[in-house]
Structures are given as structure tokens and as C-alpha cells.
């Protein structure tokens, strides 16, 4: 009598926290759908993601993750519009210090940045060359949206944050995944020309 109950107490539980998991992953997606609805597509982004990782496995996951594959596309695309157009550097530099000097100007035009730096000497000039923005749509679950890789593997977040545009290096994409920096991360703050 003692194992009935027992293998009937597991039984209720474990069915019970399958109702529970369901209900979050549906509060998850009702957010995220009440967040289109608004045009919010970031924090939409969010809670899908947050969505599918409650369980990847069930119908709901596998909408959440159409979903995110979705969004990560046109979120992607409507950042690299809202950058497009003439930047100048305004400050640069790394984790170590920075220079408020204007080393040059940017242009953003669909997915292609062109870079022209003041100083023609500038190592600058070697380390980032004019290149195609890649969307880096694959691995959006486990990075940001706002970050792009170079032509020279370089990974970069390009973000914009109160009407100035921001370039941080994260790292350079090789053969067995990505390579991160922690310290010396270059950046560069720009303003609309």
C-alpha cells in the first residue's frame, strides 16, 4: 500500500508540473505576442526565447523557435537600417583607455561598411577594412542581435544608444566556433554626420 501511494504521489506530481511548465511557456508567448502587437519586436525577441527554453521539446518550443528565427531576422535588418548612413568616430579606444580623437568617418550603407580613416597611416587602415556586415543569423539563441561579423572574422556589437552609434569587439569567429575577448576589447563611439 505504501509504494501505491508513492508511485501514485510521483505520478500526480510529475503530471502536474507538465500543466505548469505549459502554462509559463503560454504566459511567455501571449507576452511575446501582446509585444508584436506593440511593434516591440526586441522584447517579443525576448520572451519567445524565454519561451523555448522553458521546453524545447513540445509544439509551443518549436513555435517559439519559428518564431525567434523570425525575429531575429527582422530585428537584425531594422538595426542595420536605423545605422545606415554617415558616421563620424568621436572617441576609440580599449578597456586599457580611451582618445577622444576623430579618427575618421563611417558609412553604412545596406550591409556594407565603409571606413575612412584621417590618419592614412593609422594601423586602423590594415585592421578594418572596408567589409560586408554578415547578420550572423545562425547561433541567435545563444548571442545578441546587434552583433555582426566582418569580412576578417572579427565579431562586433554595433549598437545605438542615445543618438550615438557604438562598436565593440567581441571576437573573431574561427573554424571551432568563436574566440571571445575579455580585456581589450576595442570601441569606437561615433556621431551622425
Do not use: P
Not at 509585444?35 to 513540445?58: G, P, R
Not at 582618445?99 to 590594415?126: M, P, Q
Amino acid at each position: 500500500m505504501k509504494y501505491l501511494v508513492l508511485i501514485l504521489f510521483f505520478t500526480i506530481s510529475t503530471f502536474s508540473q507538465d500543466i505548469k511548465n505549459d502554462s509559463i511557456q503560454i504566459n511567455w508567448i501571449n507576452h511575446a505576442n501582446l509585444c508584436l502587437n506593440f511593434k516591440d519586436n526586441i522584447n517579443a525577441f525576448s520572451s519567445f526565447k524565454n519561451a523555448y527554453l522553458e521546453n524545447k521539446t513540445n509544439d509551443l518550443g518549436s513555435l517559439a523557435y519559428k518564431k525567434l528565427d523570425s525575429l531575429n531576422r527582422v530585428i537584425k535588418l531594422q538595426l542595420l537600417n536605423d545605422i545606415s548612413g554617415n558616421w563620424e568616430i568621436n572617441s576609440s579606444g580599449s578597456n586599457w583607455g580611451t582618445s577622444n580623437d576623430k579618427l575618421g568617418l563611417i558609412n553604412i550603407k545596406d550591409s556594407l561598411i565603409f571606413f575612412k580613416f584621417y590618419d592614412k597611416d593609422s594601423s586602423l587602415n590594415e585592421y578594418l577594412k572596408n567589409s560586408k556586415l554578415e547578420l550572423s543569423l545562425d547561433d541567435f539563441l545563444n548571442y545578441n542581435y546587434e552583433e555582426f561579423t566582418f569580412d576578417n572574422k572579427t565579431i562586433w556589437r554595433i549598437y545605438l544608444k542615445n543618438d550615438k552609434l557604438y562598436f565593440t569587439e567581441l571576437g573573431k569567429k574561427t573554424e571551432e566556433g568563436r574566440s571571445l575577448m575579455v580585456c581589450g576589447n576595442f570601441f569606437m563611439e561615433c556621431i551622425r554626420k
